[in-house]
């Protein structure tokens, strides 16, 4: 069961409908780039970010749960994992992950709790 993975938290300070795009997103221990994507849609809220030289031009997919904090003033998204948790996530591709139930699923587990792989402990 990963549903909530993919919803914002209430107290994240996100409203429905804002334009996420090209803010900054923070982990727990720095900087890991910038939204290029993302969805408020229920059940299946998350954020796409351009990691730039960080994975070297790659970009990670982080369900909706993973924010603690949305800084509309700043432009900036703060998310309660550091640098390393992401960069172990399974590897996203858009044009093969992107409504891929399958892949939601696997990053639902790694994100979700009780996740075996250094997400957020049960």
């Given amino acids: 069961m990963t549903e909530h993975v993919w919803s914002y938290k209430s107290t994240s300070g ?5 334009d996420l795009t090209g803010y900054k997103v923070e982990a727990a221990d720095g ?6 994507k993302h969805s408020d849609e229920v059940g299946d809220a998350y954020l796409v970010v351009d990691t730039g030289v960080w994975i ?3 970009e ?3 369900p909706a749960s ?10 900036k998204i703060y998310v309660d ?3 390393e948790q992401i960069k172990s996530a399974p590897e996203f591709h858009r044009d093969q992950h992107l409504g ?3 892949y939601h699923e696997e990053l639902g587990t790694y994100y979700g709790s009780g996740a075996p792989f ?5």
């Fill in 14 to 18: 996100h409203l429905a409908g804002t």
């Fill in 31 to 36: 900087s890991i780039g910038k939204v290029d």
């Fill in 56 to 58: 070297f031009g790659k």
């Fill in 60 to 62: 990670v997919l982080l």
């Fill in 66 to 75: 993973t924010v603690t904090r949305v800084d509309p003033q700043e432009k």
């Fill in 81 to 83: 994992r550091t640098k």
């Fill in 100 to 102: 891929n139930v399958g």
């Fill in 118 to 122: 250094g997400g957020r402990p049960a």
